[in-house]
């Protein structure tokens, strides 16, 4: 029996399919399922193993798209527009590469095509620090460098001295596993094949997956376009209505 994955669903119309980056959870979307839902059908989910979605054996880029496939089965939906963020974006091109017939379109948002040293290295860094500082110290890093200054300091900044002591609610041996999967997937060589809409977004101070990677991506996928802006590796939360506006433009120039 297949595990049981959590979705939410919002609106009616065009169906869309906005799919996590690490972290997994649907509720990362919130703000652009606010924006989109009086005129599309906004499908979100929690990954295998995440939140409120279950998960046989290790977490894999795979799993997450047989997830994603049955969700639309279960769903009625024949296809629908895929915006994968980070993470989320091998889930999409997995999704395009192996199931064309039940997609749309696919969104790229500050993902990549295969990890380079860097990446590894700066990932590698992070497991690192969640298995021996723990979940409250890895959010704290995530933070520092994945939302622009301003915006965390907005957003983020307190008064008092960060407490690497206080209990977190982060599942260290399921978030290690999740940047394992990353490691070890790419699906490069084949992203020539991809023969449907594509936009590529990254930005230029995202320090996560730096803009070079949505560059690489744009550059393998025949026909695709690359959008560049700001707001650091979160720019659906960090420039909702800018994101939004982008998705429709794209959606409506396909239509």
């Not at 979705?7 to 169906?15: D, F, L, M, N, V």
């Not at 091998?90 to 696919?106: C, F, N, Y």
């Not at 809409?197 to 550059?219: M, N």
Request: with cysteine.
């Amino acid at each position: 029996m297949a595990e049981k994955i959590y979705a939410q669903e919002r609106g009616s119309g065009i169906p869309v399919v906005l799919i996590s980056g690490l972290g997994g959870l649907a509720e990362f979307w919130q703000p652009v399922v606010d924006q989109l839902k009086d005129d599309y059908r906004v499908i979100t989910f929690d990954h295998p193993g995440v939140g409120r979605s279950e998960i046989e054996g290790s977490p894999n880029i795979l799993g997450i798209r047989d997830a994603l496939r049955r969700l639309l089965d279960e769903k009625g939906v024949e296809s629908a527009h895929i915006v994968g963020h980070s993470t989320g974006s091998l889930v999409a091109q997995s999704m395009a590469l192996d199931h064309p017939e039940r997609v749309k379109s696919i969104v790229l948002s500050c993902g990549w095509a295969m990890p380079d040293k860097r990446f590894k290295d700066f990932f590698a860094y992070r497991q690192y620090l969640l298995t021996k500082l723990g979940g409250v110290a890895y959010n704290a890093l995530t933070r520092l460098v994945a939302y622009p200054s301003q915006w965390y300091g907005d957003n983020f900044a307190i008064d008092d001295p960060l407490d690497f002591e206080e209990v977190s609610s982060v599942d260290i041996e399921m978030t290690y596993a999740r940047m394992e999967m990353l490691l070890n997937f790419s699906r490069r060589d084949e992203l020539s094949s991809l023969n449907l809409p594509v936009w590529v977004i990254g930005a230029q101070d995202d320090y996560i997956i730096p803009f070079h990677h949505s560059q690489e991506l744009a550059s393998l996928i025949p026909g695709s376009s690359l959008v560049e802006l700001s707001g650091g590796h979160f720019p659906p939360v960090t420039r909702t209505k800018y994101y939004t506006a982008l998705l429709r433009q794209f959606w409506e120039s396909i239509a």
